[in-house]
């Protein structure tokens, strides 16, 4: 780490901020048809950068799904490649009037910069461009950009683009910015991630909907089966009650409960769920959640029994979990465990892996010391709850890589919520331990040839 290198990422992060501002500004959400056109726009404006940064080799690949870039700076003679990964597609606002500023208007408020992608994951776009900035566009080692446009969907053509564009990824470092860091200004690498499974559950209980008066009591309404049915899926004190789910060896971290309890801003009263170790409940561990009903709204209610209900039902699993055998169980679990012998249909949803990432051998030693030094804090090693399916591809199609999951995200930054935002300090230091990891990257081979 040099203080030249400081103070070039330092003096490039103004112009860093306005691009990615720009980025933010292009409601680029995967998982929405009518904003499909705005994926393709934040490719072009993606690629634009880097054509600014003269890259000789930019691809836009599509294999059936949202696109993708791929983008090389060949490597010197003798140096290693290093991939560097995020994505520029984003998640759905949510209600409008929730947020305290427009989403897609990139709006700063003391150091935190807000709006929807902005850390997750144009922020990961941000860092590698001021990193590839600080060599002019001429890195010391190989870069290959590895832009994605799906990942909040699951990344459904991912293997695809893995197996058709093997060569072209091949790389002997992979760097993926799209988790978090353990506190605002105290980096770390995670080392295991939680994989992801969904369904659509639907229950059936009448050929018709029944005036309340006349037939409540006696026969059962759809509505109130389901969420008997969704009630089964925890026992009491939280933890998932779904038999046959696999939990990761225990974490070593300490996670506070009233550290976690204030970043999920809890309302008074209310408590944590599960039992154990925090570190193992949201790293290691199964958990459920309901994320949508279809049911008749309050607006248009009346006084019927509804003949059918459905629910869209998330399940994050631990890091060794086979997604296949995960699904199965909820599904056997949601049929089984059916109220008064209610229809209960199941519609597999998507399913991704998680993983666990090994922190050890030189480029493992190398990255703890460049990001301990430009955040000035030790790096922490840590999990992630969330799912980032694409690290296990990653391991599968190229074992021999060095894996390094990072990111600039923070517990205030709010990824898929309200208020979304980025910590513009540890932007800053982002950028420097990722332009640092380069230049060390070929110091170390330049050391083992000399």
């Given at each position: 780490?040099?203080?030249?290198?400081?103070?070039?990422?330092?003096?490039?992060?103004?112009?860093?901020?306005?691009?990615?501002?720009?980025?933010?500004?292009i409601?680029?959400?995967?998982?929405?048809?009518?904003?499909?056109?705005?994926?393709?726009?934040?490719?072009?404006?993606?690629?634009?950068?880097?054509?600014?940064?003269?890259?000789?080799?930019?691809?836009?690949?599509?294999?059936?799904?949202?696109?993708?870039?791929?983008?090389?700076?060949?490597?010197?003679?003798?140096?290693?490649?290093?991939?560097?990964?995020?994505?520029?597609?984003?998640?759905?606002?949510?209600?409008?009037?929730?947020?305290?500023?427009?989403?897609?208007?990139?709006?700063?408020?003391?150091?935190?910069?807000?709006?929807?992608?902005?850390?997750?994951?144009?922020?990961g776009?941000?860092?590698?461009?001021?990193?590839?900035?600080?060599?002019?566009?001429?890195?010391?080692?190989?870069?290959?950009?590895?832009?994605?446009?799906e990942?909040?969907?699951?990344?459904?053509?991912?293997?695809?683009?893995?197996?058709?564009?093997?060569?072209?990824?091949a790389?002997?470092?992979f760097?993926?910015?799209?988790?978090?860091?353990?506190?605002?200004?105290?980096?770390?690498?995670?080392?295991?991630?939680?994989?992801?499974?969904?369904?659509?559950?639907?229950?059936?209980?009448?050929?018709?909907?029944?005036?309340?008066?006349?037939?409540?009591?006696?026969?059962p309404?759809?509505?109130?089966?389901?969420?008997?049915?969704?009630?089964?899926?925890?026992?009491?004190?939280?933890?998932?009650?779904?038999?046959?789910?696999?939990?990761?060896?225990?974490?070593?971290?300490?996670?506070?409960?009233?550290?976690?309890?204030?970043?999920?801003?809890l309302?008074?009263?209310?408590?944590?769920?599960?039992?154990?170790?925090?570190?193992d409940?949201?790293?290691?561990?199964?958990?459920?959640?309901?994320?949508?009903?279809?049911?008749?709204?309050?607006?248009?209610?009346?006084?019927?029994?509804?003949?059918?209900?459905r629910?869209?039902?998330?399940?994050?699993?631990?890091?060794?979990?086979?997604?296949?055998?995960?699904?199965?169980?909820?599904?056997?679990?949601?049929?089984?465990?059916?109220?008064?012998?209610?229809?209960?249909?199941?519609?597999?949803?998507?399913?991704?892996?998680?993983?666990?990432?090994?922190?050890?051998?030189?480029?493992?030693?190398?990255?703890?010391?460049?990001?301990?030094s430009?955040?000035?804090?030790?790096?922490?090693?840590?999990?992630?709850?969330?799912?980032?399916?694409?690290?296990?591809?990653?391991?599968?199609?190229?074992?021999?890589?060095?894996?390094?999951?990072?990111?600039?995200?923070?517990?205030?930054?709010?990824?898929?919520?309200?208020?979304?935002?980025?910590?513009?300090?540890?932007?800053?230091?982002?950028?420097?331990?990722?332009?640092?990891?380069?230049?060390?990257?070929?110091?170390?081979?330049?050391?083992?040839?000399?």
């Amino acid at each position: 780490m040099t203080d030249d290198l400081a103070a070039r990422v330092s003096a490039l992060l103004p112009g860093v901020v306005e691009d990615l501002t720009a980025l933010v500004a292009i409601p680029s959400v995967s998982s929405l048809p009518d904003r499909h056109a705005d994926v393709e726009r934040a490719v072009d404006a993606v690629s634009a950068l880097l054509a600014d940064l003269a890259c000789p080799d930019i691809q836009v690949v599509r294999e059936g799904g949202q696109p993708a870039i791929i983008a090389r700076f060949p490597a010197p003679e003798g140096q290693p490649t290093v991939c560097l990964y995020a994505h520029l597609d984003v998640q759905p606002t949510g209600d409008l009037t929730l947020w305290s500023s427009a989403p897609f208007e990139a709006t700063q408020r003391g150091a935190r910069l807000y709006g929807r992608g902005v850390v997750d994951d144009k922020a990961g776009i941000a860092v590698h461009l001021a990193a590839l900035r600080a060599f002019g566009g001429k890195p010391p080692v190989g870069v290959t950009l590895f832009i994605e446009g799906e990942e909040e969907i699951g990344s459904p053509t991912l293997a695809d683009i893995l197996a058709r564009h093997s060569e072209a990824l091949a790389s002997d470092v992979f760097v993926i910015c799209d988790s978090g860091n353990w506190l605002v200004g105290t980096p770390a690498f995670t080392t295991a991630l939680r994989g992801l499974v969904d369904l659509v559950v639907q229950v059936d209980t009448l050929d018709h909907a029944l005036h309340s008066g006349q037939f409540g009591g006696v026969a059962p309404d759809a509505l109130t089966t389901l969420i008997r049915l969704l009630a089964t899926l925890h026992d009491d004190s939280g933890d998932v009650a779904v038999a046959g789910l696999a939990q990761a060896a225990p974490f070593a971290l300490d996670y506070p409960a009233e550290r976690i309890a204030e970043e999920a801003g809890l309302l008074p009263g209310v408590q944590l769920i599960g039992t154990g170790p925090i570190a193992d409940r949201v790293w290691g561990r199964p958990a459920i959640t309901v994320l949508a009903l279809d049911a008749t709204s309050v607006a248009d209610a009346s006084n019927t029994l509804s003949p059918t209900a459905r629910a869209k039902v998330s399940m994050r699993i631990a890091p060794n979990q086979d997604p296949a055998a995960a699904l199965e169980a909820l599904r056997r679990h949601l049929i089984e465990h059916a109220p008064f012998g209610a229809n209960v249909t199941v519609t597999d949803g998507s399913t991704g892996s998680g993983t666990s990432v090994a922190m050890a051998g030189p480029v493992a030693d190398l990255a703890r010391d460049v990001y301990s030094s430009a955040f000035r804090n030790p790096v922490v090693e840590m999990g992630q709850g969330g799912s980032i399916p694409m690290v296990a591809d990653f391991q599968r199609a190229y074992p021999q890589a060095q894996i390094l999951v990072t990111g600039v995200s923070d517990p205030d930054s709010r990824m898929h919520g309200i208020d979304e935002s980025l910590d513009l300090i540890d932007l800053e230091a982002a950028s420097l331990a990722e332009a640092a990891l380069l230049q060390g990257l070929a110091d170390q081979t330049s050391g083992r040839s000399a």
